[in-house]
C-alpha cells in the first residue's frame, strides 16, 4: 500500500490505468492520493469511483495557497460531507517554511484545517519543510486528537517519537534510498515498526536510481527493500505491519 501518492496529477495522465494495474500486479493494491487545492477536489473523487484502489484525501497544501479563497472552507466541509463515506483524511496539510507563502497565512489555513478536521472525526496527512517545531506546537496548542500521517519525515529521533505520542505515523519514502541521508536512515532504523508507513510521493521524490524521472507507486518495492535492509525485517514483516498501521489510522480504507 502507498500511503502517499498524487496519481491525480497530470503527469499520470497518460498512463494511469496502467500504473494502478502495474502496481496491482506488485501486490501494492491502495493508493492514498492526498489532495492538495480546492479546484483538484473534484477531480480527485471522480478517479477514486472510477478506480478502487485509489482512496482520496482532501486538502489545501501550502504550495498552492496562491489560488486559495476564503470560500475553499465551506467547499471543503460540503466535500467531506458528501464523500463521508470514502475520504481518508485531510490532506495534504501543514507547514513549509522554505517556499514563498507567508508564515502567518499557511498558519491560517493550517489551523482552520485542523478545525474541520476535528468537525469530522478525521486524522490529517501533514506537510513539513523545515517546519516540525510549529507543526507540533500548533497540534498541541489545538488539542487535536485524531492523528495521521507526517508525511515524507525527515526529522530527529525525538521529533519522531513526539508525533508518535499525539497519534501520528511517520511517512517512509525514497529519501531513505539515498546513503548521504544518514540522519533520516538512522531514525527509522530505531523507531517501531507499528508508527512506520510506506510512501513515495509520486511523481517527486524519485529513489535512488530513478533521479530525473517521474516517480511511481510501483518504486515502492525499492523503498521497501532499504527499509527491509535497514531494520533487518523481513519485507513480508514490514508490509503486513505497515499496512495495518495505515488501516488503524487513516478512515475509509479496507
Not at 510521493?201 to 510501483?218: A, E, H, I, T, W
Request: with cysteine; charged share 20%.
Amino acid at each position: 500500500m502507498d500511503s502517499h501518492c498524487h496519481l491525480d496529477f497530470a503527469s499520470f495522465d497518460v498512463d494511469r490505468q496502467q500504473v494502478i494495474e502495474n502496481c496491482a500486479q506488485l501486490g501494492i493494491d491502495k493508493l492514498v492520493v492526498p489532495g492538495t487545492q480546492a479546484s483538484s477536489w473534484l477531480g480527485l473523487l471522480q478517479l477514486s469511483q472510477q478506480y478502487s484502489a485509489i482512496k482520496p484525501a482532501l486538502g489545501l497544501h501550502p504550495y498552492f495557497l496562491q489560488h486559495f479563497q476564503p470560500k475553499d472552507y465551506a467547499l471543503l466541509t460540503q466535500w467531506l460531507s458528501q464523500f463521508s463515506d470514502s475520504v481518508t483524511a485531510v490532506g495534504e496539510i501543514g507547514l513549509d517554511h522554505v517556499i514563498d507563502i507567508s508564515p502567518e497565512q499557511q498558519m491560517e489555513v493550517f489551523i482552520q484545517q485542523l478545525h474541520i478536521a476535528d468537525d469530522f472525526n478525521l486524522p490529517v496527512i501533514l506537510h513539513h519543510r523545515h517546519s516540525h517545531n510549529d507543526l507540533i506546537k500548533t497540534l498541541k496548542q489545538q488539542r487535536f486528537k485524531w492523528g495521521g500521517i507526517v508525511h515524507a519525515f525527515s526529522g530527529s529521533l525525538y521529533e519522531a517519537n513526539t508525533y508518535i505520542e499525539l497519534g501520528f505515523k511517520l511517512g517512509v519514502g525514497g529519501v531513505i534510498t539515498y546513503p548521504r541521508a544518514r540522519k533520516t536512515r538512522d531514525v527509522v532504523s530505531q523507531l517501531p515498526l507499528s508508527s512506520l508507513v510506506l510512501e513515495t510521493d509520486s511523481p517527486d521524490m524519485p529513489p535512488r536510481g530513478k533521479q530525473g524521472l517521474r516517480n511511481s507507486p510501483q518504486n515502492l518495492i525499492l523503498i521497501l527493500d532499504e527499509l527491509s535492509h535497514l531494520r533487518q525485517e523481513s519485507t513480508d514483516e514490514i508490509i503486513k505491519q505497515c499496512r495495518q498501521n495505515v488501516l488503524s489510522t487513516l478512515k475509509n480504507i479496507s
